[in-house]
């Protein structure tokens, strides 16, 4: 249910890096979205859909890049995925380990077409 | 043309959660943001906590809830201030609410805020509100497998409660097998056994949360 509040915070983030770079139009949004949190791709796009028209962003893409949970063992320092071990060490055995990646929850960037491009005759 | 943005979705609540927690540390006051699933026990922690604490600690209740003001009714039998939020569908509290919650309380007059989240294991994980200090209950009846299925939670706490415990010998829970995920998933973590039914453990936990309000005193 939170991912409603979540997009209209991308769209405020976007917005303001895109007023900042006087684009006319937002042509792709970057995200980079960690398997650990509780953000589901689909439902940040349907609210997307629901809430970017009329602003900048309106018909841009979403790239959601996620990030697979990955572990470091504390006893032998293998990294390993999530997933398959249960958080238990492949390779020495131990229970647990510290979190390299999964966390994330950013936008990365934004592809911008900027007022001079949008000129007639010119492909942006 | 790209532009790098690499900014947190989440930033705008992070920086009034922040401005929440300079206000509270201003004011010398704990807040302990209480996680757990619906029906683990949450109201009835905090409850038991109120009853040890009262003529030791001045300490003021925030209820999050989708609707209802079930749980404020039965805080506010033992006589202390409580605000009750309902998040109208919302799954999870956010500083903003907090922030609004805060304005309600008598703030100069207390030591510790206890802000029971919205039942749910995934969504408050992602919203800081302020807070000092963060629990999570793990109910015996729920299984010891929810370190396994919601690891956010279990990283983002600085205490796992189990509570129930006057249920183990009648459900299947591993306290032993429990107890060596969540220390490794989460090396600082304090791990209390409780039952709020028997009462059993809840001194402890008490002790603990005092504590946690010794070290944020103001000097």
């Given at each position: 249910?939170?991912?409603?509040?979540?997009?209209?915070?991308?769209?405020?983030?976007?917005?303001?890096?895109?007023?900042?770079?006087?684009?006319?139009?937002?042509?792709?949004?970057?995200?980079?979205?960690?398997?650990l949190?509780?953000?589901?791709?689909?439902?940040?796009?349907?609210?997307?859909?629901?809430?970017?028209?009329?602003?900048?962003?309106?018909?841009?893409?979403?790239?959601?890049?996620?990030?697979?949970a990955?572990v470091?063992?504390?006893?032998?320092?293998?990294?390993?995925?999530l997933?398959?071990?249960k958080w238990t060490?492949?390779?020495?055995?131990?229970v647990g380990g510290?979190v390299?990646?999964?966390?994330?929850?950013?936008?990365?960037?934004?592809?911008?077409?900027?007022?001079?491009?949008?000129?007639?005759?010119?492909?942006? | 043309?790209?532009?790098?943005?690499?900014?947190?979705?989440?930033?705008?609540?992070?920086?009034?959660?922040?401005?929440?927690?300079?206000?509270?540390?201003?004011?010398?006051?704990?807040?302990?943001?209480?996680?757990a699933s619906?029906?683990?026990?949450?109201?009835?922690?905090?409850?038991?906590?109120?009853?040890?604490?009262?003529?030791?600690?001045?300490?003021?209740?925030?209820?999050?809830?989708?609707?209802?003001?079930?749980?404020?009714?039965?805080?506010?039998?033992?006589?202390?201030?409580?605000?009750?939020?309902?998040?109208?569908?919302?799954?999870?509290?956010?500083?903003?609410?907090?922030?609004?919650?805060?304005?309600?309380?008598?703030?100069?007059?207390?030591?510790?805020?206890?802000?029971?989240?919205?039942?749910?294991l995934?969504?408050?994980v992602?919203?800081?509100?302020?807070?000092?200090?963060?629990?999570v209950i793990a109910?015996?009846?729920e299984g010891d497998d929810k370190p396994y299925k919601y690891p956010g939670i279990f990283l983002a706490v600085?205490?796992v409660?189990i509570?129930?415990?006057?249920?183990?010998?009648?459900?299947?829970f591993d306290v032993?097998a429990f107890r060596r995920l969540v220390t490794g998933m989460n090396?600082?973590l304090?791990i209390?056994?409780?039952?709020?039914?028997?009462?059993?453990?809840?001194?402890?936990?008490?002790?603990?949360?005092?504590?946690?309000?010794?070290?944020?005193?103001?000097?």
């Amino acid at each position: 249910m939170h991912e409603l509040s979540i997009t209209q915070n991308i769209l405020n983030i976007v917005g303001d890096y895109a007023g900042r770079a006087v684009a006319q139009k937002v042509t792709v949004i970057h995200l980079v979205v960690g398997e650990l949190t509780g953000f589901v791709d689909d439902s940040i796009q349907f609210y997307f859909d629901m809430l970017s028209p009329g602003t900048m962003a309106e018909g841009a893409r979403l790239e959601i890049q996620r990030i697979p949970a990955e572990v470091r063992c504390r006893s032998c320092g293998a990294i390993f995925a999530l997933e398959g071990y249960k958080w238990t060490c492949p390779l020495c055995g131990e229970v647990g380990g510290d979190v390299q990646r999964g966390r994330e929850f950013r936008i990365d960037s934004i592809e911008v077409v900027q007022g001079a491009d949008l000129t007639p005759g010119r492909e942006p | 043309m790209k532009v790098s943005v690499v900014q947190g979705i989440l930033s705008a609540n992070d920086q009034l959660a922040a401005q929440n927690r300079d206000q509270l540390d201003q004011l010398g006051i704990c807040v302990v943001n209480v996680m757990a699933s619906p029906g683990s026990g949450k109201t009835s922690l905090i409850l038991r906590t109120l009853d040890q604490l009262a003529g030791r600690m001045r300490v003021a209740v925030i209820e999050g809830d989708i609707a209802s003001t079930v749980d404020a009714d039965k805080v506010a039998t033992r006589g202390v201030p409580v605000v009750q939020i309902n998040t109208g569908g919302q799954c999870h509290l956010d500083a903003p609410m907090l922030r609004n919650a805060l304005a309600q309380l008598p703030l100069d007059q207390l030591d510790l805020i206890f802000v029971e989240n919205v039942g749910n294991l995934i969504c408050p994980v992602d919203f800081r509100l302020g807070e000092d200090v963060n629990v999570v209950i793990a109910s015996v009846p729920e299984g010891d497998d929810k370190p396994y299925k919601y690891p956010g939670i279990f990283l983002a706490v600085d205490a796992v409660v189990i509570n129930k415990v006057d249920l183990l010998p009648y459900v299947h829970f591993d306290v032993a097998a429990f107890r060596r995920l969540v220390t490794g998933m989460n090396p600082g973590l304090q791990i209390l056994e409780v039952s709020c039914e028997t009462g059993q453990g809840i001194a402890e936990w008490v002790a603990w949360i005092v504590e946690q309000r010794e070290k944020r005193r103001r000097p």
